[in-house]
């Protein structure tokens, strides 16, 4: 719900004030074959297309009560029957839809009518709402009759429910603008690079324009970009400022400097964080709807008191969500996606608002939010939405989903059983990348994925564990393909001699970004590894107008000794050669100066080779080592081991937990040895990659190995330094390091002395 105010009014959208007031019941997640959005708009014009000549399609109307403005578009009306239409799409038995969602759909029509009523000058109004099913193509329609006095009456209580709720955040959003406006900055001073960091963002938000922002690690980015936005907010009446973090440390980070800036409680600033249903869940053995879940039944009965409560809380993180939720009986998870059209501040992960499905770019663009996005360590993200817009199927699967799926259902995924077999056919190499996608194949997928649907609407049983898989993976394989182009590659594995996998995998997420970038009021992306510009401005389909700045380090030279160890190669056709040098270098670098230390290597294997050897050759000196797949305990652990007075060296991957986000300040770290370029693997799927770059921006291979791998190497060697009184030492041990191309990319304020 937009929160937009103009002269004291609140500007409510139809559906937004009928959720509020009209929603009620279970929370009800269980999957259902609703349609597609293109099959609902479908719907809604074949309903149209059977109306009169004077019928009128998506009608805006508006009104006012009180403090209100509610606005909203009507799905039809037919002047000649002086009819308003409500039109829903679904799919199978119509006595399967909801009891609840008839209610609400009643409830918007009503307002509609109302609207309508007062707009035309109208004594009556017949009201119907009409249920198109998808399939059958059949329409059923409730109808009614209201006056004009009838449907006032309904409005009027139904703003009266509202009006105190949107009162108070009328006056909750003037106090927050009026905070923001006096509000200044929560230290002394500004850090040294803070303030230019700040500035920059602050004129990005002010000429709606998205930023491209690459500062230090350790100048305090976090606070540093918060606040600036904060302080446009009122001013370019932003609605909402999105916090997105690759991992927890991030979202912790960005909560802390929150409570930072509302200390002393003079900005009434609501702060949200938003944490993945599985770590939120508090019933993972039972199924999202009231016939399972305790917090589900009910849900939205005791929402309203459960959302009073957690407007008045002083921080919405994940822990007092759950204290809320579970004092007022409701899903804190779900209780938390609520509560984002209530907050200011919302923190969460990059899928958020980047994937295809993200919820806050869904709200934001149904609700009309005016937004602020600011992404940390966004050198992730070209990865992360790589993944995002990714689609794969294994042949497997289908076998799985077709040993338990019911006889009706044999015969399409046959089909798909013999299509796929002729891909697979015509792909014989271990891995193979196919100029087109096969449409026998698509059309198979479909109809499959169709009788899946039409079989679930027959029968609104849970399906098996494995045909429901498949199921989701073939409507997600089939939306990519809808938009399949240059920006992704169709490619086969053969895993063995019976089973394949297909995949289309995004190698250049610009086109599903790009609107993203256009929906928001202004956009940073920041990281101390965001160089060259140009590679994240490509890939991720920044605006054609977005600002660069590269942030003055607050740190000198003489702060860090960097070292290149240019006699050893970690190219794995010469690690085994590697292991005695590097154990003897980082030996004498220890007795040198005895303290903390981390060892990045470029995989578990070589990390365990080096540990091996170098625990033979120096017994006295500690070592302790990441794992592969360590809980969040085991990853304390490890970081426990830093602490002040400590000594020892701490082996790790390099781009894994410990390699960023990882804050050692002073004496708990004091230096870093890194044994590769961090290169991405040359492998087939690399390769077309290189090929697919090279094609569009002449950069094959920096932008497939050189750029991802150096920028794991300097967030890596970032962990020394964090603070102006820190001072360490690198090493970086390749030979390749003294390679101009490859030293261009180390940070600008690093001394690099001669080769050792």
């Not at 970081?639 to 410990?658: D, K, M, P, Y």
Request: with cysteine; proline share 6%.
């Amino acid at each position: 719900m937009s929160a937009a105010t103009t002269d004291a009014r609140y500007v409510v959208a139809v559906r937004a004030l009928c959720e509020f007031t009209a929603k009620q019941g279970d929370l009800d997640l269980r999957f259902t074959p609703s349609p597609m959005a293109q099959e609902g708009i479908a719907g809604h014009a074949v309903v149209a297309s059977r109306r009169g000549e004077h019928y009128r399609s998506e009608v805006p109307l508006e009104g006012d009560w009180g403090p209100l403005h509610v606005r909203g578009r009507a799905d039809g009306y037919d002047p000649d029957r002086n009819l308003l239409e409500e039109v829903k799409t679904y799919r199978g038995q119509f006595t399967s839809v909801p009891d609840n969602h008839r209610h609400l759909a009643w409830a918007q029509l009503r307002v509609y009518g109302h609207l309508l009523c007062t707009e035309l000058d109208l004594a009556d109004v017949n009201l119907a709402l009409v249920y198109f099913d998808i399939g059958s193509q059949q329409e059923t329609v409730l109808s009614e009759t209201r006056t004009r006095a009838e449907l006032a009456a309904l409005f009027d209580d139904q703003c009266r429910q509202f009006v105190a709720w949107a009162e108070r955040e009328l006056a909750h959003r003037a106090a927050r603008d009026a905070g923001l406006t006096a509000l200044r900055f929560p230290h002394a001073g500004f850090r040294p690079g803070q303030r230019q960091l700040a500035e920059a963002i602050f004129r990005a938000n002010a000429g709606k324009r998205a930023l491209l922002a690459q500062a230090p690690t350790g100048i305090g980015k976090t606070i540093g970009t918060l606040f600036p936005v904060l302080k446009a907010a009122p001013a370019q009446e932003l609605d909402k400022v999105f916090f997105l973090a690759a991992k927890t440390p991030g979202r912790q980070l960005a909560l802390d400097a929150a409570a930072t800036l509302k200390a002393g409680g003079t900005v009434p600033l609501r702060v949200l964080e938003l944490s993945a249903r599985d770590k939120a869940c508090e019933h993972p053995d039972k199924a999202c709807h009231g016939e399972s879940c305790p917090l589900a039944q009910g849900f939205y009965d005791r929402l309203p008191a459960a959302r009073e409560a957690a407007t008045n809380a002083d921080m919405l993180d994940r822990a007092t969500l759950r204290d809320i939720g579970l004092a007022h009986d409701v899903c804190p998870y779900y209780l938390g996606s609520e509560m984002v059209r209530w907050s200011d501040v919302v923190v969460g992960d990059y899928n958020y608002w980047f994937d295809g499905g993200a919820m806050l770019y869904a709200l934001a663009l149904d609700r009309g939010w005016k937004v602020s996005v600011l992404a940390d360590e966004a050198h992730n993200l070209v990865s992360r939405a790589r993944a995002m817009y990714t689609a794969t199927m294994q042949r497997g699967d289908l076998r799985a989903a077709r040993a338990v799926a019911p006889p009706a259902l044999h015969k399409p995924l046959d089909k798909v059983k013999r299509a796929w077999t002729d891909v697979s056919k015509s792909a014989p190499l271990p891995y193979q990348v196919l100029d087109a996608l096969p449409d026998k194949l698509l059309n198979a997928l479909q109809a499959a994925a169709s009788a899946i649907t039409e079989h679930m609407a027959a029968f609104p049983v849970p399906l098996d564990p494995e045909l429901q898989d498949f199921y989701f993976a073939a409507l997600q394989f089939g939306r990519l393909a809808e938009s399949f182009g240059e920006h992704s590659l169709f490619d086969v594995t053969r895993d063995n001699e019976r089973d394949t996998t297909l995949c289309i995998r995004n190698v250049v997420p610009a086109p599903f970004l790009g609107p993203r970038f256009a929906c928001a009021h202004s956009t940073t992306l920041f990281s101390a590894t965001l160089s060259p510009w140009h590679y994240f401005a490509d890939l991720l389909g920044m605006p054609a107008d977005t600002a660069w700045i590269d942030v003055d380090s607050p740190f000198s030279a003489s702060q860090l000794d960097v070292h290149v160890a240019h006699g050893i190669s970690t190219r794995y056709q010469e690690r085994a050669g590697s292991l005695a040098p590097i154990a003897t270098l980082m030996a004498d670098q220890y007795h040198a100066r005895p303290g903390n230390y981390l060892a990045f290597f470029s995989s578990f294997d070589y990390l365990q080779q080096v540990a091996d050897r170098f625990e033979q050759a120096h017994p006295d000196i500690p070592v302790w080592r990441q794992a592969r797949r360590m809980s969040e305990p085991e990853r304390a652990e490890f970081l426990a081991r830093f602490a002040l007075g400590g000594r020892g060296i701490g082996f790790a991957v390099l781009g894994g937990s410990f390699g960023e986000g990882v804050d050692l300040p002073g004496e708990r770290l004091i230096g870093a040895f890194v044994a590769t370029l961090g290169l991405p693997q040359v492998n087939p799927v690399n390769e077309q990659l290189r090929q697919r770059m090279q094609a569009m921006f002449g950069v094959g291979y920096d932008y497939t190995y050189l750029y991802p791998g150096m920028q794991k190497v300097v967030q890596a060697a970032g962990r020394v330094i964090r603070t102006e009184q820190d001072r360490g030492v690198v090493w970086l041990i390749d030979d390749r390091f003294t390679r101009a191309d490859v030293k261009s990319l180390l940070p600008a304020w690093w001394h690099v002395a001669k080769a050792a």
